[in-house]
T-cell receptor, first 109, second 119 residues
Framework: RKEVEQDPGPFNVPEGATVAFNCTYS??????FFWYRQDCRKEPKLLMS???SGNEDGRFTAQLNRASQYISLLIRDSKLSDSATYLC??????????FGQGTTLQVKP | GAVVSQHPSRVICKSGTSVKIECRSL??????MFWYRQFPKQSLMLMAT?????????EQGVEKDKFLINHASLTLSTLTVTSAHPEDSSFYIC???????????????FGQGTRLTVV
């Protein structure tokens, strides 16, 4: 099992749609989780941090399910500008960050 | 938020030459920096963990003699790709984490990345 696993997609959705991505992780001792957004040929930028059961920021909601070892990212009212690759990131035991392969979202007009 | 500056953003070099990439934390001290590479349409793959004042820790399969890492100060880490070959062409990104009150669970801040093309 990969340390961090995501469905690569792509997810093609119309503007205004609600879309959700899941990410599973193998290290049950992980205490924090991150969602990063990466635009083409750019560096990743932090979108949300998840330290407990979940986090909400505007149209974005991240939820954590420790029992099943997955985190999800929900985007409501999708905008064209939300088109990007969303990376699930989990710190490893030595402090290094383990990246999922990313989920590509394409929002269509 | 914290800023990490990476330079150069783009470099083209000839096969056999060496290229140095710099990563600086501008407003915080980074005792540990991480170097990643990313091939097209793939995720970031950790190459090595750079520790200030000590040798870097390389991931399995990464040649330490080819990818030289130096972390001489709390704000600067460098990656040197030695004797570059076309297959080394990739997007290289550094990141640094703040190990403050929240310990190892803080987010990482990324440099802008360096697109290396070896011809």
């Amino acid at each position: 099992r990969k340390e961090v696993e995501q469905d690569p997609g792509p997810f093609n959705v119309p503007e205004g749609a609600t879309v959700a991505f899941n990410c599973t992780y193998s290290n049950s001792a992980s205490q924090s989780f991150f969602w990063y957004r990466q635009d083409c040929r750019k560096e990743p930028k932090l979108l949300m941090s998840v330290y407990s059961s979940g986090n909400e920021d505007g149209r974005f909601t991240a939820q954590l399910n420790r029992a099943s070892q997955y985190i999800s990212l929900l985007i409501r009212d999708s905008k064209l500008s939300d088109s990007a690759t969303y990376l699930c990131v989990v710190p490893g035991n030595t402090g290094k960050l383990i990246f999922g392969q990313g989920t590509t979202l394409q929002v269509k007009p | 938020g914290a800023v990490v500056s990476q330079h150069p953003s783009r470099v083209i070099c000839k096969s056999g030459t060496s290229v140095k990439i710099e990563c600086r934390s501008l407003d915080f001290q980074a005792t540990t920096m991480f170097w990643y590479r990313q091939f097209p349409k793939q995720s970031l793959m950790l190459m090595a963990t750079s520790n200030e004042g000590s040798k870097a820790t390389y991931e399995q399969g990464v040649e330490k003699d080819k990818f030289l890492i130096n972390h001489a100060s709390l704000t600067l880490s460098t990656l040197t790709v030695t004797s570059a070959h076309p297959e080394d062409s990739s997007f290289y990104i550094c990141s640094a984490r703040g190990f403050g009150g929240t310990g190892v669970n803080t987010e990482a801040f990324f440099g802008q990345g360096t697109r290396l093309t070896v011809v």
